[in-house]
């Protein structure tokens, strides 16, 4: 067997749940559809209510819904009541990883009012959000005004909030990094009820830094002022199919947006956005986009392509077209490019609908898609839940650029899961260490797509059944994660926590650096009033017995047996 030969499994012996799922589609069409595109419907027209009013009178409701909130805080018997969570129902989470902190007891604050967008300064240039406005909300104000996000992630259900607190991605983070590093300033209502505004420079400078990826426990996140930049009316996307082994087309990969002379801030030399999918071992399609005027994009022989339209083929698809044709160029509008992934879901789509990349359902019922991923989450039930965890892998992998062909060479072995989405980000050297953070000494390595400032990541992500499901032989999905966690751990990498980890506490410090979110958590009153970061997303149901040794036991953290 050579090296990158996956391991030979036996049959699995199928049960009921394989039956149900197989046949979901059917609930998925009659029942989730049909919700989805109704909820759809009528959050655009909250939207468009919004919009109407004046940036004053938003600011004017956003100050009484934090009123609100400082009072409901006040209002907890830290004697009496479980910690705090927010009201939003653990099924409305995007992010596949199980909600079970909200089964033990806990105090609720409802934040559901903060989904507006207070102002968008063209002077200033900043953006100025509530937490639950999602991309395409965002994205559809913005655009018109030739300004975006510098990192818009694709979804259109994304929100700022999950966004900041977790982890967001796209296919400009190779200039302006992870989506929390365009963050200007955060509006955070403490758990004194206290508000403060932090920034990266004034006495809150230290929650500034703490708040990415820290899931919401150092405080309650009610608005964020974020970076814009001015944008064009399309994107001119150049497809480069390539063929290669993994090695290969993980340099090709990176060819197509690092320069190999380390002029990584030219923009002669850099392309606006970035992303590659790899779709077997031996072939990829490499995309790399410019920003494009109207005119630009309306001259002769240039073709223009709407991907936004309910009946074009699924982005990826269309992508894959390249390995057939060759090389190619189109014009894709800018905000059909930022959301080319919705409509889809990447390519779970054809998991939760096989048939509906076809010409037919596009048309007659595309229109529809995507179901909401928080309507299928609610119809699952606990053994379809159970069932995706082993059968079915959604993961990120953020790996340093270096090591994206060892990545790639992994996930063929272990798990066999494809197509899978490259997008190259940074990790900036910042004052303070965070949670996520750089190599000791990058700089002085000098390895293709890093600066003096900043570490070139890259994202691998891993959405689909692996190779051996979708034979019916047996796969052990929880070990598999396992797996790919240790793997993480050893090459300096990381795991977005809205995915399933089966990290322990140890090995969840070993992954992240807790000094500066612990010295927050103490110094903020974080402790006893907000969960931590860890126990929020371990796996499994958590009891309130637990909760309570949990938080007892904060200054006898992992972390520190890992240090």
């Known amino acids: 067997m050579s090296d990158l030969e996956a391991p030979l499994r036996p049959k699995r012996k199928k049960v009921w749940v394989d039956y149900f799922v197989q046949f979901r589609w059917i609930l998925v069409i009659f029942v989730v559809l049909p919700i989805s595109f109704t909820l759809y419907f009528l959050t655009y027209l909250g939207d468009v209510k919004s919009e109407m009013k004046s940036y004053k009178q938003r600011q004017k409701e956003h100050d009484e819904n934090v009123k609100k909130v400082v009072k409901r805080l006040k209002e907890r018997n830290p004697s009496k009541d479980g910690l705090v969570c927010t009201a939003r129902k653990p099924w409305i989470a995007v992010g596949m990883r199980n909600v079970d902190y909200k089964r033990a007891r806990h105090f609720e604050v409802d934040l559901s009012a903060f989904r507006n967008i207070l102002e968008i300064d063209k002077e200033r240039m900043i953006a100025r959000v509530e937490p639950l406005v999602n991309m395409?909300?965002?994205?559809?104000?913005?655009?018109?005004?030739?300004?975006?996000?510098?990192?818009?992630?694709?979804?259109?259900?994304?929100?700022?909030?999950?966004?900041?607190?977790?982890?967001?991605?796209?296919?400009?983070?190779?200039?302006?990094?992870?989506?929390?590093?365009?963050?200007?300033?955060?509006?955070?209502?403490?758990?004194?009820?206290?508000?403060?505004?932090?920034?990266?420079?004034?006495?809150?400078?230290?929650?500034?830094?703490?708040?990415?990826?820290?899931?919401?426990?150092?405080?309650?996140?009610?608005?964020?002022?974020?970076?814009?930049?001015?944008?064009?009316?399309?994107?001119?996307?150049?497809?480069?199919?390539?063929?290669?082994?993994?090695?290969?087309?993980?340099?090709?990969?990176?060819?197509?947006?690092?320069?190999?002379?380390?002029?990584?801030?030219?923009?002669?030399?850099?392309?606006?956005?970035?992303?590659?999918?790899?779709?077997?071992?031996?072939?990829?399609?490499?995309?790399?986009?410019?920003?494009?005027?109207?005119?630009?994009?309306?001259?002769?022989?240039?073709?223009?392509?709407?991907?936004?339209?309910?009946?074009?083929?699924?982005?990826?698809?269309?992508?894959?077209?390249?390995?057939?044709?060759?090389?190619?160029?189109?014009?894709?509008?800018?905000?059909?490019?930022?959301?080319?992934?919705?409509?889809?879901?990447?390519?779970?789509?054809?998991?939760?609908?096989?048939?509906?990349?076809?010409?037919?359902?596009?048309?007659?019922?595309?229109?529809?898609?995507?179901?909401?991923?928080?309507?299928?989450?609610?119809?699952?039930?606990?053994?379809?839940?159970?069932?995706?965890?082993?059968?079915?892998?959604?993961?990120?992998?953020?790996?340093?650029?270096?090591?994206?062909?060892?990545?790639?060479?992994?996930?063929?072995?272990?798990?066999?899961?494809?197509?899978?989405?490259?997008?190259?980000?940074?990790?900036?050297?910042?004052?303070?260490?965070?949670?996520?953070?750089?190599?000791?000494?990058?700089?002085?390595?000098?390895?293709?797509?890093?600066?003096?400032?900043?570490?070139?990541y890259t994202d691998v992500g891993v959405y689909y059944s692996p190779g051996p499901v979708l034979r019916g032989e047996v796969f052990d999905g929880a070990e598999a994660v396992r797996r790919m966690e240790d793997w993480l751990i050893e090459n300096r990498g990381f795991q977005p926590q809205y995915a399933v980890s089966e990290l322990s506490e140890k090995k969840f410090w070993r992954m992240f650096d807790g000094d500066l979110y612990e010295h927050c958590r103490k110094k903020y009153g974080a402790v006893g009033t907000f969960m931590s970061v860890y126990y929020k997303s371990k796996k499994g149901r958590k009891t309130e017995k637990e909760v309570q040794e949990a938080e007892q036991a904060h200054l006898e953290t992992a972390y520190a047996e890992a240090t």
């Not at 955070?188 to 230290?206: F, H, P």
């Not at 894959?320 to 990447?346: D, M, N, S, W």
């Not at 790639?408 to 965070?434: A, D, G, I, N, S």
């Open 136 to 456: 395409g909300q965002i994205s559809r104000a913005s655009v018109p005004m030739n300004l975006s996000l510098a990192v818009v992630a694709e979804l259109d259900d994304l929100t700022v909030g999950g966004l900041i607190n977790g982890y967001g991605i796209e296919g400009s983070s190779h200039i302006y990094g992870l989506f929390s590093d365009t963050v200007v300033a955060y509006e955070i209502v403490l758990a004194d009820g206290q508000v403060v505004r932090a920034t990266k420079d004034n006495e809150y400078s230290d929650l500034f830094y703490a708040i990415p990826w820290s899931q919401g426990t150092l405080g309650l996140l009610v608005s964020a002022e974020i970076k814009l930049i001015p944008i064009k009316e399309y994107m001119r996307l150049t497809y480069k199919p390539v063929v290669g082994n993994l090695k290969e087309l993980a340099q090709a990969y990176i060819d197509s947006f690092a320069p190999r002379d380390g002029d990584q801030d030219n923009p002669e030399k850099v392309p606006d956005f970035v992303e590659t999918m790899i779709y077997n071992s031996t072939e990829g399609v490499m995309m790399t986009g410019r920003y494009a005027s109207k005119e630009e994009a309306k001259k002769k022989g240039n073709v223009i392509n709407n991907v936004g339209w309910w009946f074009k083929p699924w982005f990826y698809q269309h992508a894959q077209t390249a390995l057939k044709k060759g090389e190619f160029v189109e014009y894709i509008p800018t905000r059909e490019y930022y959301h080319r992934h919705t409509r889809c879901l990447y390519w779970e789509g054809k998991l939760i609908l096989p048939f509906a990349d076809q010409w037919w359902f596009r048309f007659l019922l595309g229109w529809m898609m995507p179901p909401k991923v928080s309507l299928l989450k609610a119809t699952q039930g606990e053994a379809i839940r159970n069932y995706y965890h082993e059968m079915h892998v959604i993961q990120d992998m953020l790996v340093p650029l270096y090591k994206v062909g060892d990545a790639l060479e992994w996930v063929h072995q272990e798990m066999e899961v494809y197509p899978l989405w490259l997008c190259p980000h940074r990790l900036f050297k910042l004052p303070v260490k965070t949670m996520v953070y750089p190599e000791p000494g990058f700089e002085h390595q000098h390895y293709q797509g890093d600066t003096s400032y900043a570490q070139m």
